[in-house]
T-cell receptor, first 110, second 112 residues
Framework: QQQVKQSPQSLIVQKGGISIINCAYENTAFDYFPWYQQFPGKGPALLIA?????SEKKEGRFTISFNKSAKQFSLHIMDSQPGDSATYFCAARFYQKVTFGIGTKLQVIP | NAGVTQTPKFQVLKTGQSMTLQCAQDMNHNSMYWYRQDPGMGLRLIYYSASEGTTDKGEVPNGYNVSRLNKREFSLRLESAAPSQTSVYFC???????????FGQGTRLTVV
């Protein structure tokens, strides 16, 4: 049973466009929601994260929107660049355990 | 600063063989994790260790064992490898509060 559902699995966006990745969760005990970015051949690295008492967090071109009542959160990448091409994972933490979504492979084309 | 170091980077095993994946971190983190990554499945937690001397099962522990040798090192053992264990394995660590996990470069394991 997938505790964190992520969509889409793949996404193609033109340079300068907005990339949007969505995640949904069931367990209301999750207390921290990070997003990780992974380049080919590398391990995932933390990109941005949010706690459930905040509705939005922005860091540069990356924004997390969080809807606690709907149990959904999303990553928006503004002005997407070819260098943003990577796999993105949403995740949710309960105590020391972090559960990941299945990942979204983003390709930003010139 | 090395961060999280995994060895080996690549390995091919025959069905039934055993092996140990090694992981070491130099960030003085309490918590360490083993994940496997498969296409369309994301990252799935195999085992984790919240602190030295403790280990707990994750989502997919069957066929694996772990040892938290000391605060720095957390190893993953496959006693009798199966083709279903073909995957990319990642070790990760996190500090107090567990707000950021630092991942190693991964071990690509193929079981034939």
């Amino acid at each position: 049973q997938q505790q964190v559902k992520q969509s889409p699995q793949s996404l193609i966006v033109q340079k300068g466009g907005i990339s949007i990745i969505n995640c949904a969760y069931e367990n209301t005990a999750f207390d921290y929601f990070p997003w990780y970015q992974q380049f080919p051949g590398k391990g995932p690295a933390l990109l941005i994260a949010i706690r459930p008492d905040v509705s939005e967090k922005k860091e540069g071109r990356f924004t997390i929107s969080f809807n606690k009542s709907a149990k959904q959160f999303s990553l928006h990448i503004m002005d997407s660049q070819p260098g943003d091409s990577a796999t993105y994972f949403c995740a949710a933490r309960f105590y020391q355990k972090v559960t990941f979504g299945i990942g979204t492979k983003l390709q930003v084309i010139p | 600063n090395a961060g999280v170091t995994q060895t080996p980077k690549f390995q091919v095993l025959k069905t039934g063989q055993s092996m140990t994946l090694q992981c070491a971190q130099d960030m003085n983190h309490n918590s360490m994790y083993w994940y496997r990554q498969d296409p369309g499945m994301g990252l799935r937690l195999i085992y984790y260790s919240a602190s030295e001397g403790t280990t707990d099962k994750g989502e997919v522990p069957n066929g694996y064992n772990v040892s938290r040798l000391n605060k720095r090192e957390f190893s993953l053992r496959l006693e009798s490898a199966a083709p279903s264990q073909t995957s990319v394995y990642f070790c990760a660590s996190s500090g107090q509060g567990g707000t950021e996990a630092f991942f190693g470069q991964g071990t690509r394991l193929t079981v034939v």
